[in-house]
Structure formats: structure tokens, C-alpha cells
């Protein structure tokens, strides 16, 4: 069965096949689960813009689904508290675009940005008096905000 000490345990010896060593912690919300992973290899588990750090969450996430037989269940890993920086500067860009928007009227296309930081800005303007849509393709794809 698919819990907390199973996930941590599962990352640990994934960490240990791949040469790194580090703390791991492992919080279950709603049917979503956060791996915090503290180790002084930071810099080479999250890559340059957190494309390794996206990489190890695909396989992690891969791996538990193959064993859960699970597709709803969410695994987010973060390294160093590195996702919990990088919310904080996306949420006020996107809380500076929304402000911008709504003073000036004119849509703003943010830059581009991956899955996870489109989420983190779509969740943050839900609550906010613009919409929120994605544009472009690929490693272009950015998200534009509107005034509702």
C-alpha cells in the first residue's frame, strides 16, 4: 500500500541508486503527496531553471503509479525548499500582472514557463478579477491575463 513511509522509502533508495544522499520527508494533502528533499547535491537534483528537479518528480511520480495503479494520485517533490522560493516570486508576478491589468486594461502575456509555474500562477489569479489562459506551445507556452 501506497503511504508516507512508502513514498520516503522509495525516494530514498532512488536517491541512493542515482550516488546522492539527503534527508527526505513526505506529507500527504488530500490525495496529493509532497516529497521535501534536503541534501547538500541542491544544486545538481534541481538543474538549471528546475529542469532536474521536474525530471526526478516524473520519475518518482511514474514510478509509485506503476506500483498504486493510481492515476489521480499527485506527487510534488521539492529540493531545498527551492519550489517554495520560486512560488513566492511567481505569486507576486502574477499579483503584479493582475494589478497591472486591472489599472491599465490591456492583457499582459507573462513569460514563458513550465507546467508547474503555470499552475502556481493560474491557482493564484483564481481568487483575483482577471482570467487566466494559456498561450503558446512547448517551452514558448506563457500565460496571458485578462481583465474578467
Known sequence: MINE??????????????SFSGEVTVEKEDN?????????????LIGQGGTHILALQHLIRLCLRKESKDEEMSVYVDINGYWK?????????????????????????????????????????????????????????RIVVKKA
Request: aromatic share 4%; charged share 35%.
Open 5 to 18: 513511509e512508502y513514498i520516503q522509502q522509495q525516494v530514498k533508495n532512488l536517491l541512493e541508486k542515482a
Open 85 to 141: 522560493e520560486k512560488e513566492k516570486t511567481l505569486e507576486q508576478e502574477a499579483l503584479d500582472a493582475a494589478k497591472k491589468v486591472l489599472d491599465e486594461g490591456a492583457d499582459i502575456t507573462l513569460r514563458a514557463m513550465n507546467a508547474h509555474e503555470r499552475k502556481i500562477v493560474h491557482d493564484v489569479l483564481a481568487t483575483e478579477a482577471v482570467t487566466t489562459e494559456s498561450a503558446g506551445f512547448g517551452l514558448d507556452r
Open 32 to 44: 496529493r503527496y509532497r516529497v521535501a528533499i534536503t541534501t547538500e547535491d541542491g544544486g545538481l
